[in-house]
Every structure is written in structure tokens, then in C-alpha cells.
């Protein structure tokens, strides 16, 4: 299985910062990765595909980047709204597998 | 509007069996391959099964092959999750999701969730 390790697990930031997390994969998945977003009690919400490309009504403040091993989910100026937990994830092999997540809190 | 509401959720003793549903709306089901993907008390998320438009292929994860299966009915634009010989392990939040931009395993689209609790 290809493993999805993602830095930092968390972080603490303020409304208008810019904020980066990144996700590394354990072998090569060209650009076969997502990024979902997932607020406490509430379904992930798809934001990202194929590394960089934004789902339908994602704010363009959202924007990922990287292939190969290694991504990137930048957000660049933080909204309230913003405060939740990112999941990279990807999607290239059989089993589709997830990193473990970065919590992103209120500084 | 896509709308995926998953049911069936609760409490169940391990060895135990239950039977998870998901009810499209808002988009053509028949069309589209799907997924369950479940997430353990504050933990992260762990994709279960897959299934094709038809109905006609299954994917499992290590962790519930031969003990989970999943279906389809087209007809009734449902989707279903067989769960059979329950562990503690498989207690989670079951969430199902629709395959999207043309792959198996990108999940456009996720239901709200049901919840399973494994114990005696």
C-alpha cells in the first residue's frame, strides 16, 4: 500500500495568515492526489483533485501543487471558516489511502 | 443538488451483523461507481469498498474482505454495506462516497454519515 504521511499534524495560525501543509507519498503517484477538508462532526468535503485542480466553488484562496512524491495545500490568506482538519489522499492505486490529517486551529 | 444520506447505523455485539444504506438523489446513480469510506472515533479515514456503476465489480480493503460486501440497486438508487462478523476494530463513522472526475477512488462527494459501534 502506498503510505501518505502529511506535516505538520497540526498547526496553529490566525485569520489572514498563509498557511501551507504538505503531503508526501511513499512511492510515485503522478498527480493522482486530493485534498479533503473536514470541519468537527461534519462529512470531508472534497476541495482539491489531481493535485491542483479546484472542485466547483472551493475559494480561490485554495490552491495545491506537487507530483510525483510530494504536495502541497496552501492557503493563502486563512478565513474562520478555514478552521478544520485536511486530509491528503491518493487516488493513483489500489488501495486509495489517506495521510493522517493536519488540524488547523486558531492561533 | 447531490445528496447521499447513509442509514442503518448502531450498536451491535461483536460476531454480530448489520446492513448500511446510502440513498442517492440529485444526480444520475446509475452512472456513477461508488464507495464506503469509515473514520474510528478521532481518528482519520480509511476507504472500506468499492463498487461500479453496474454493480458488477467490488473492491475490498484487507481489513473486511470476506466479512463486508457491498451492492447496489440501481432502481432504487441505493447502495448498500453488508456487514457481517463485526469486531470492536470496525466501530466508525461509515460514509458514503461518490467516485468522481472519472477515477474508482476520488471522492467527490460524501454523505453525512452513520455511525457503527461494535460492543458488548
Known amino acids: 500500500d502506498i503510505q501518505m504521511t502529511q506535516s505538520p499534524s497540526s498547526l496553529s495560525a490566525s485569520v489572514g495568515d498563509r498557511v501551507t501543509i504538505t503531503c508526501r507519498a511513499s512511492?510515485?503517484?503522478?498527480?493522482?492526489l486530493a485534498w479533503h477538508q473536514q470541519k468537527p462532526e461534519k462529512a470531508p468535503k472534497s476541495l482539491i483533485y489531481?493535485?491542483?485542480s479546484l472542485e466547483s466553488g472551493v475559494p480561490s484562496r485554495f490552491s495545491g501543487s506537487g507530483s510525483g512524491t510530494d504536495f502541497t495545500l496552501t492557503i493563502s490568506s486563512l478565513q474562520p471558516e478555514d478552521f478544520a482538519t485536511y486530509y491528503c489522499q491518493q487516488y493513483n492505486s489500489y488501495p486509495p489511502t489517506f495521510g493522517g490529517g493536519t488540524k488547523v486551529e486558531i492561533k | 443538488e447531490v445528496q447521499l444520506v447513509e442509514s442503518g447505523g448502531g450498536l451491535v455485539q461483536p460476531g454480530g451483523s448489520l446492513r448500511l444504506s446510502c440513498a442517492a438523489s440529485g444526480f444520475t446513480f446509475s452512472s456513477c461507481e461508488m464507495n464506503w469510506v469509515r473514520q474510528a472515533p478521532g481518528k482519520g479515514l480509511e476507504w472500506v469498498s468499492y463498487?461500479?456503476?453496474?454493480?458488477?465489480?467490488?473492491y475490498y480493503a484487507d481489513s473486511v474482505k470476506g466479512r463486508f460486501t457491498v451492492s447496489r440497486d440501481n432502481a432504487k438508487n441505493s447502495l448498500y454495506l453488508q456487514m457481517n462478523s463485526l469486531r470492536a476494530e470496525d466501530t466508525a463513522v461509515y460514509y458514503c462516497?461518490?467516485?468522481?472526475?472519472?477515477?474508482?477512488?476520488?471522492?467527490?462527494?460524501w454523505g453525512q454519515g452513520t455511525l457503527v459501534t461494535v460492543s458488548s
Open positions: 462516497a461518490r467516485a468522481g472526475r472519472r477515477s474508482l477512488y476520488y471522492f467527490d462527494y
Open positions: 463498487i461500479s456503476s453496474s454493480g458488477s465489480t467490488m
Open positions: 489531481a493535485a491542483s
Open positions: 512511492q510515485g503517484i503522478s498527480s493522482w
